[in-house]
T-cell receptor
Framework: EAQVTQNPRYLITVTGKKLTVTCSQN?????MSWYRQDPGLGLRQIYY???????DKGDVPEGYKVSRKEKRNFPLILESPSPNQTSLYFC???????????????FGNGTRLTVT | QQQVKQSPQSLIVQKGGISIINCAYE??????FPWYQQFPGKGPALLIA?????SEKKEGRFTISFNKSAKQFSLHIMDSQPGDSATYFC????????FGQGTELSVKP
């Protein structure tokens, strides 16, 4: 089954404790992206990657890091989490950059992060 | 910079009624306007999309109406069902996808 898999689904941590949220896709997609979803703000892009070893900042990259060492994996790293990073996070992938008419974004089921 | 404004933030509709969600955009370079549907505990999934060279796109009970001159587009859900209860996101794309704020739709039996 074609899918984007995120882990963990739920995560509670404390301020300053480094964490990694994993994302893997099995569709051989070149483009991958991370979003955060907050009430009233919609989905905002954190980072994206057009291919292996190619990453770039989205609209809200502060406090986050990513890496793309393999085509299928795109982990999100919070080096020193803070309470304002409490949010619902989604990983997504598509064949090409963005979400063209023939290549919609496929989203994972989300990771709910709470930073106390 | 918020380039896609979506309203209302929440919507309650009776079963069988019409649900209408509106979006307005600023970036005239957008060339693709998708709507994503998100059920609780799930990620968003593409529902229906339109390109700016047409004024309407219909798929089953879901219709996008597009007004290029007004830079507005809307999603109409006819004969709304409880199973349509979800959060809906509009978006515009010009190489990059920009989402609206989302609308939480609840369809009451």
């Amino acid at each position: 089954e074609a899918q984007v898999t995120q882990n963990p689904r739920y995560l509670i941590t404390v301020t300053g404790k480094k964490l990694t949220v994993t994302c893997s896709q099995n569709m051989n997609h070149e483009y991958m992206s991370w979003y955060r979803q907050d009430p009233g703000l919609g989905l905002r892009q954190i980072y994206y990657s057009m291919n292996v070893e190619v990453t770039d900042k989205g609209d809200v990259p502060e406090g986050y890091k990513v890496s793309r060492k393999e085509k299928r994996n795109f982990p999100l790293i919070l080096e020193s989490p803070s309470p304002n990073q409490t949010s619902l996070y989604f990983c997504a992938s598509s064949l090409a950059l963005g979400s063209s008419y023939n290549s919609p974004l496929h989203f994972g089921n989300g990771t709910r992060l709470t930073v106390t | 910079q918020q380039q896609v404004k979506q309203s209302p933030q929440s919507l309650i509709v009776q079963k069988g009624g019409i649900s209408i969600i509106n979006c307005a955009y600023e970036n005239t370079a957008f060339d693709y306007f998708p709507w994503y549907q998100q059920f609780p505990g799930k990620g968003p999934a593409l529902l229906i999309a339109i390109r700016p060279d047409v004024s309407e796109k219909k798929e089953g009970r879901f219709t996008i109406s597009f007004n290029k001159s007004a830079k507005q587009f809307s999603l109409h859900i006819m004969d709304s069902q409880p199973g349509d209860s979800a959060t809906y996101f509009c978006a515009g794309e010009s190489g990059k996808l920009i989402f609206g704020q989302g609308t939480e739709l609840s369809v009451k039996p």
